[in-house]
């Protein structure tokens, strides 16, 4: 299995932008996660779904900041509009049976907002 | 909000010596594991401790869990250079409730 796979790599956009960053779950696993990772807060979870479905959004920041999951393999978040606050990398994961269990981490988007 | 936390923050040590990094809690937790992170990578899964286990092996890990002082520890012996990254521990308190990860000690192995 190819593991969590997340694009961009790496992203550099102005002030206003509007960012996507996409995740492609491992196949089997029903549980999605978004978290951020700061040198100020360390990895922060933002959201996390079960089976397709929403289960807290709690840790996302702003209204600014929106995830949505299509279907059961693919999730995207969005920044609109993109702050210089916002410089992170952004981590997707997931697993098969929500957090009691091995959570699997992609490689990470490296988000810079000048 | 941060659950665990680990201690030291950071660790620098000779290749072949152990590296002993430790990590505690505030509430009752269903599991804690521990995760490993190389610079520039996405965290990679060592080991998992129910709170009913008090310890685990996994090759030249030793994951202890003390559920009396919310603590656990992790033990790695024989360092190699190549064990150079950050280790985060992470608990749950089981359900829907979210993995909560620390933030982190960073080990440097020198060869």
């Known amino acids: 299995d190819a593991g969590v796979i997340q694009s961009p790599r790496h992203e550099v956009t102005e002030m206003g932008q509007e960012v996507t960053l996409r995740c492609k779950l491992i196949?089997?696993?029903?549980?999605l996660f978004w978290y951020r990772q700061t040198m100020m807060r360390g990895l922060e979870l933002l959201i996390y779904?079960?089976?397709?479905?929403?289960?807290?959004d709690s840790g996302m920041p702003e209204d600014r900041f929106s995830a949505k999951m299509p279907n059961a393999s693919f999730s995207t978040l969005k920044i609109q509009p993109s702050e210089p606050r916002d410089s992170a990398v952004y981590f997707c994961?997931?697993?098969?049976?929500?957090?009691?269990?091995?959570?699997?981490f992609g490689e990470g988007s490296w988000l810079t907002v000048v | 909000s941060q659950q665990g936390e680990e201690d030291p923050q950071a660790l620098s040590i000779q290749e072949g010596e152990n590296a002993t990094m430790n990590c505690s809690y505030k509430?009752?937790?269903?599991?804690l594991q521990w995760y490993r992170q190389n610079s520039g990578r996405g965290l990679v899964h060592l080991i998992l401790?129910?709170?009913?286990?008090r310890e685990k092996h996994s090759g030249r890990l030793r994951v202890t869990l003390d559920t009396s002082k919310k603590s656990s520890s992790l033990l790695i012996t024989a360092s190699r250079a190549a064990d150079t990254a950050s280790y985060f521990c992470a608990t749950d308190e089981g359900g829907n409730t979210p993995l909560v990860f620390g933030k982190g000690t960073r080990l440097s192995v020198i060869a």
């Open positions: 401790i129910r709170s009913n286990e």
């Open positions: 509430t009752s937790i269903n599991n």
């Open positions: 196949s089997g696993h029903n549980s």
């Open positions: 994961a997931s697993s098969e049976r929500g957090f009691g269990n091995t959570i699997y």
């Open positions: 779904f079960n089976n397709n479905v929403p289960i807290d």
